[in-house]
């Protein structure tokens, strides 16, 4: 199993981006590999939970990003996307996507909030 995650890069205070992490190597389709999740790592800092998905769809998202992201699914394409909104510098960090149930992770996509 493999996870691709995409769609950092820089954006201004107040920007959005939306990530998107893939998943091949699977049998069946995302949805056999359960819940999913993104985290985030910042310079200096303990990787934390940003928000996560389960095979349903049901979200829980860490308090600091409540309102602002969004982590959704697409089973059928294998894709999880998460839209972030609002931004501020704070949010700057690696951006990783993580499989819950099988305890696979995705190589990070790069995050920074400047102007």
């Known amino acids: 199993v493999q996870l691709q995650a995409s769609g950092g890069g820089l954006v201004q205070p107040g920007g959005s981006l939306r990530l998107s992490c893939v998943a091949s190597g699977i049998s069946g389709n995302l949805f056999s590999i359960g819940g999913m999740a993104w985290y985030r790592q910042a310079p200096g800092k303990q990787r934390e939970l940003v928000a996560r998905i389960s095979r349903t769809s049901i979200t829980d998202y860490a308090d600091s990003v409540k309102g602002r992201f969004t982590l959704s699914r697409d089973n059928a394409k294998n894709t999880v996307y998460l839209q972030m909104s609002s931004l501020k510098p704070e949010d700057t960090a690696v951006y990783y996507c993580?499989?819950?149930?099988?305890?696979?992770w995705g190589q990070g996509t790069q995050v920074t909030v400047s102007s």
């Open positions: 993580y499989a819950e149930r099988i305890g696979y």
